[in-house]
């Protein structure tokens, strides 16, 4: 858990000796103790006490008011920047209205494991305070009700001290791995309520958050020893590089034994050029595996077999029925009835529950004692080592070779954006914070450095990418990165108005439209399911293009005072309009938008 700020300066000692006059006080008493940066939200009279405390109270400073159109955006900035940074900013929720607007980002937060503070507000529940209708009609009983299966804890406290003790559990609970979404109700008439003469509030010093869980050393013993003992072994990986210093460890381990090693690419977990980076390879590498270790992998079922084809439910074993599975993770700690995004059971021979941030450490000493007392030869891993070598290299020079076949296409190639993209960026301190353009990024670009792919939704719906694309930019706001967000078009229209909250905050980020004209996943849907029931093919983009009209977005953006450019259809175009944003990026510190016109995939 992110450690509380001590308050050692000048000016957090200034700031402390202010008494809090109310329970809304003390909330904001408490997020500052947390060294929350952000609050964002859509306002309501619901959390009007707490937003009053934020402003007037603790000065609109540390934390900071994040004004965002929809809470769907604040509450998927609040993800993209706890990628970033390992921490939960807050959101707040007006009653049930907010609320139900935000259940979908919620599910998008409880899907990708990341920390999130939801405060929310209702009431008052003593109903002789309510004003008529709208009090009633926007209270419930119990509020948390509605999110309890998303979330991994919600609570709704009576009282100052229950309050305090409620956001501190919270922000545990929230930052505990698994990390997960907490939902906090505050009573309106609680937040205004006038604190006791003698309140004491809790110094969240005294309630530290959990050590990681490490596992069984003797199972870690264990499968160090057959992964030295294995001759072809395989690590699938997914999760892992939430966080980063994994990435280091999982380098260490791979070397030492010459395992390739399968990006699934929840996250940053791999670098890319690595010459045992065979993540473009899993079905080759799998075929012939003896071991497999998988690392944080949340679907090892759909991991370890493959389909017909991209439709069909007729799925087949990758490996043999001689290979070893061998899991570590915490994934089962997560599971929860409503939701089935647990995945299918997959047999395993050895499953550890840990953190993998405690685990891998053990792991790589295990590993480096069994060779060092085992017999197996150095020139075995050496041999190993070349021969995965070679197939990375040959992947990487296809990959190239693949996208010069596609240099000049019209509309342009996803691939040659990637590339025209990469060479724009390649000498800045990049950060990807949405979107891999189809997997070409990470085919054409380096990833050296676990910062710099944020990662993707863990829930595959439409409406996330942009605002936790900005959300990761505002974690960067005041450093010098170059965010990038490869953003789809269909995605943005969902909540096109997160635009604005870019502008007013001020937050800096070049994006490039993926513009295909249309939902093109449910197009090829269609295409499938016509061939299949002998229907017309050329009716499978009605009601999924998004064509009549093509949305604007270079003027969309420019409504809001941003840099818009396009659309572009001319692939001679697309590099300087590409230096144009990423200049308008770094000099103004601002938002800057290309739309190209590109190919469906």
């Not at 030492?256 to 977990?269: E, H, K, T, Y």
């Not at 439709?311 to 001689?322: A, G, L, N, R």
Request: aromatic fraction near 8%.
């Amino acid at each position: 858990m992110p450690k509380p700020t001590t308050g050692t300066s000048d000016e957090s000692s200034a700031k402390s000796t202010r008494k809090p006059e109310y329970v809304s006080d003390m909330l904001v008493d408490l997020m500052k103790a947390y060294d929350v940066e952000y609050v964002a939200l859509n306002p309501g009279a619901t959390v009007r006490a707490l937003h009053d405390s934020i402003v007037n109270y603790g000065g609109n400073e540390r934390p900071e008011m994040i004004l965002c159109c929809h809470e769907h955006i604040a509450l998927c900035m609040a993800q993209g920047y706890a990628r970033v940074t390992g921490k939960p900013m807050v959101t707040m929720v007006h009653n049930v209205a907010g609320l139900l607007n935000a259940m979908n980002a919620i599910f998008h937060g409880y899907c990708s494991k990341v920390p999130l503070m939801i405060l929310g507000g209702t009431g008052p529940m003593d109903v002789s305070k309510r004003r008529p209708w709208i009090d009633w009609i926007h209270t419930a009983l119990v509020q948390g009700n509605v999110v309890r299966d998303i979330v991994k804890w919600d609570d709704q406290p009576e009282g100052a001290l229950s309050a305090a003790e409620s956001f501190i559990r919270g922000y545990r609970v929230a930052t505990t791995e698994p990390n997960g979404p907490v939902y906090l109700c505050f009573d309106v008439e609680l937040q205004e309520s006038s604190l006791p003469s003698d309140f004491n509030m809790p110094d969240v010093k005294n309630y530290p958050g959990h050590t990681p869980i490490s596992g069984d050393i003797e199972s870690l013993r264990k499968v160090a020893q057959r992964l030295v003992e294995s001759e072809n072994p395989v690590i699938l990986t997914d999760l892992l590089g939430r966080n980063p210093s994994c990435v280091d460890r999982l380098v260490q381990l791979a070397e030492m034994l010459a395992i390739p090693v399968v990006d699934l690419g929840s996250r940053f977990n791999f670098p890319n050029t690595h010459p045992l980076d065979l993540t473009g390879a899993r079905t080759e590498v799998l075929k012939n595996a003896d071991l497999v270790l998988a690392l944080d992998v949340e679907d090892l079922y759909g991991d370890l077999t493959m389909s017909e084809d991209d439709f069909s439910h007729k799925m087949s074993y990758v490996i043999s029925d001689k290979t070893r599975v061998i899991q570590i993770g915490l994934l089962d700690l997560w599971i929860r009835s409503w939701s089935e995004n647990y995945q299918r059971l997959q047999s395993v021979d050895i499953s550890i529950p840990a953190d993998t941030s405690a685990a891998l450490p053990y792991l790589v000493e295990f590993c480096r004692d069994a060779i060092r007392h085992g017999k197996r030869e150095s020139e075995v891993f050496g041999e190993r080592s070349q021969k995965w070598k070679e197939r990375h290299d040959a992947l990487r020079t296809k990959w190239q070779d693949d996208a010069k076949k596609t240099w000049d296409q019209k509309p342009i190639s996803t691939a040659r954006l990637a590339a025209e993209v990469w060479d724009v960026i390649k000498d800045e301190d990049w950060v990807l914070a949405n979107g891999t353009l189809s997997g070409w990024a990470r085919k054409l670009w380096t990833w050296s450095q676990p910062y710099q792919y944020v990662g993707k939704s863990g829930a595959g719906s439409a409406g996330y990418g942009f605002s936790s694309a900005l959300g990761a930019a505002l974690a960067y706001k005041h450093s010098r990165k170059l965010c990038v967000d490869l953003q789809p078009d269909g995605d943005l229209l969902y909540f096109s108005s997160a635009l604005w909250t870019a502008a007013s905050s001020k937050i800096p980020m070049m994006v490039v439209m993926f513009n295909n004209r249309s939902y093109y996943n449910d197009e090829e849907h269609q295409e499938h399911l016509a061939v299949v029931r002998k229907r017309p093919v050329e009716n499978k983009g009605i009601g999924i293009r998004i064509d009549n009209p093509p949305p604007n977005f270079a003027k969309l953006a420019q409504s809001f005072g941003l840099h818009g450019e396009g659309p572009i259809e001319d692939p001679s175009e697309v590099k300087e309009a590409l230096m144009d944003a990423k200049r308008i990026v770094k000099e103004k510190r601002s938002l800057a938008l290309v739309d190209i016109v590109v190919q469906p995939r």
